[in-house]
T-cell receptor, first 120, second 115 residues
């Protein structure tokens, strides 16, 4: 399957600082990327969907000014957690979807390994 | 997107088949059943998907009931490395406009494979 990478894999920051997480599709072009957040012992929660070259669509309850998403190219999306607080500490996972053509639905979506954010 | 119901946890002996059930009674005709798994502290991994027919690949088999209201994921010979949370997700076809395409995760089943 296609490979999605995330950087950094782990980050620790102080309250009030901003943190940027990168998501890259390594061997395919991703017209759509998704960002998820996962708290310990909980399921993945979809935060936002971003399409290359346009503004991200945020899920209900997710603050767009706090979680800035940029999808400037077909292989890179970034999530910036602004003015981070301890409650933002979480596991952030991105997912990239292959550009689609007509046909049956298949395994078009691939997940990154996740980024563990700890805010002190 | 239709919701799914899965048991919270299951145990399976190493080498035996693991059968993970999923109920999706409100599934609509154009929605697919997808299975992913997540090993601790990693990103989700695709396992298999299907629409109506049973499917098999190198990882697992997917059995979908005729009325499509439930399905079972079968790992034929479970190993310790299959210990993970398994998610059953119902999703429209993202290749078709306006059928959605977001993967919305429920709570999943925590499968523990024991020696």
């Amino acid at each position: 399957g296609a490979v999605v990478s995330q950087h950094p894999s782990r980050v620790i920051c102080k309250s009030g600082t901003s943190v940027k997480i990168e998501c890259r599709s390594l061997d395919f072009q991703a017209t759509t990327m998704f960002w998820y957040r996962q708290f310990p012992k909980k399921s993945l929660m979809l935060m936002a969907t971003s399409n290359e070259g346009s503004k991200a669509t945020y899920e209900q309850g997710v603050e767009k000014d706090k979680f800035l998403i940029n999808h400037a190219s077909l292989t890179l999306s970034t999530l910036t957690v602004t003015s981070a607080h301890p409650e933002d500490s979480s596991f952030y996972i991105c997912s990239a979807r292959v550009g689609l053509a007509g046909g049956e639905s298949g395994n078009e979506q691939f997940f990154g390994p996740g980024t563990r954010l700890t805010v002190l | 997107d239709a919701k799914t119901t899965q048991p919270t946890s299951m145990d399976c002996a190493e080498g035996r088949a693991a059968n993970l059930p999923c109920n999706h009674s409100t599934i609509s005709g154009n929605e697919y059943v997808y299975w992913y798994r997540q090993i601790h502290s990693q990103g989700p991994q695709y396992i298999i998907h299907g629409l109506k027919n049973n499917e098999t690949n190198e990882m697992a088999s997917l059995i979908i009931t005729e009325d499509r209201k439930s399905s079972t994921l079968i790992l034929p010979h479970a190993t310790l490395r299959d210990t993970a949370v398994y998610y059953c997700i119902v999703r429209g076809n993202p290749r078709i406009y306006n059928q959605g395409g977001k993967l919305i995760f429920g709570q999943g089943t925590e499968l523990s494979v024991k020696p």
